[in-house]
């Protein structure tokens, strides 16, 4: 809305490439909104020079980056060319080194917005920072670090963890070796698409090739493919293409729980 009457720019910060590609397609997808681009490694120079030209001529009105990206001398460069109405953080939790995915870069995130608004010669640029999973010391952790790198005073809007659409069950397996014997009977009878998380990057191929061996349509993702297939991964099971989906975490918050229907923890 504010891009539409001011022509500023949103930045949205983001940990994950998968989580941007996700959003950007929901806004454009569900809610007809064609003004979000991402900018991350996965795009080809076409395709990114593309996302630029849309920020630097205004068609853009929010642009995903991750934390990374804050370091690159090109966006800085992209940054200083608009007005910046707001910057969103999102998975904040990984501000605190008590969150369950602490991430260095974002660190540096206090740093970028006092020198761009040094810069600029401007105010303080309003931030927000979102997250599902922050304890109450990972809360103060976020507040008390933008309190002091930029001495900003957040306000806390806080909803129940509890939801009401979801049903959890755990089945105890004693045995390890046993894993794969229950869960090919429990992808039998439960709801597609389904994701499967592994717990490390060598499990992921190993798990996917014995659910296929079992006759299932399935495919993988973890952080360390090649960008071409990890973008062809990704997309058929967005697309409907695949049914399954064994991947890490690199790839669980980028999916609209909305279309997924069982979520399996191996």
Known sequence: MIGQATRQLTVVISPLVSLMKDQVDILEAKFHITKAVAINGLLSPLERKEA????????????????????SPSITNLLNKRSIARIVIDEAHCFSSWGQDFRVDYLYIGNFISDLQKQRSIPNIPVSCFTATAKPQVIEDIKNYFKDKLDLYFKEFVTRANRKNLQY????????????????????????????YASRIKKVKEIQDKIFDAGFSVTY??????????????????????????????????????????????
Not at 57 to 71: F, H, T, V
Not at 184 to 196: A, S, Y
Not at 243 to 258: E, L, N, R, Y
């Open 52 to 71: 630029v030209e849309r920020i630097e001529d205004g068609r853009a009105c929010i642009l995903y980056i991750s934390p990374e990206s804050l370091r």
């Open 221 to 266: 993702f973890h952080g360390k493919l090649e960008k071409e297939e990890k973008v062809a991964n990704q997309n058929a099971f967005m697309e409907g293409n695949k049914d399954i989906i064994v991947a890490t975490s690199a790839f669980g918050m980028g999916v609209d729980k909305d279309d997924v229907k069982t979520i399996v923890h191996y």
């Open 169 to 196: 069950e755990v089945i105890d397996i004693p045995d390890p070796n046993r894993k794969m014997y229950d869960l090919l009977p429990l992808l039998e009878r439960c709801e597609m698409p389904t994701i499967v």
